[in-house]
């Protein structure tokens, strides 16, 4: 990931964008990291309203985290409908093991009741880091395929997957 500056430094804590290139497309993820900070809370709206995926992150060493990562979910249940955008639940800190909190099967629980894709990973070891971003491209994709084989008048596609199309957003809670 490569760090770069913040849209409203006063709003977001850390701004990243990260590029994968696929044989369909191009992705690039434009992350705002909020850290999961509450003061935040009130204009993350800002910036997820147009997100197709959002990653809500949780300490696995710390069980108020998980509590946390609940209530960002709760808002972004307000703000999406459910199949609007792709959600990530992901336990964090897998370096710190020994001093889980929050287990596997809990956090593979929550995210299996409410639709959600699950992993843990490591920041600090780079542990499966690039595939949770893998796994939301996967399922952008498995999504925008079975809008594109059944059609509905209804429903409007939420991510523009032709080649040359290099914009996708996420927002790390």
Sequence with gaps: MTSGSSCQPWAVSSFFTYTHNLESATVKFEIWDTAGQEKYQSVCHLYYRNAHAALLVYDIAKKETLK?????????????????????????????????????????????????????????SNHQ??????????????????????????????IDLKEGTPKRRCCWL
């Design 68 to 124: 946390k990562a609940k209530l960002w979910l709760e808002e972004l249940e307000k703000k999406f409908l459910p199949d609007e955008i792709v959600i990530a639940l992901v336990g964090n800190k897998t370096d710190l093991a020994a001093e889980r909190e929050v287990t596997t099967e809990e956090g593979a629980e929550f995210a299996r009741t409410n639709g959600l894709l699950f992993m843990e990973t490591s920041a600090k």
């Design 129 to 158: 880091v690039n595939d949770i971003f893998m796994a939301i491209v996967q399922e952008l994709l498995r999504r925008e395929k079975e809008k594109a084989s059944a059609p509905s008048p209804h429903e409007r596609s939420t």
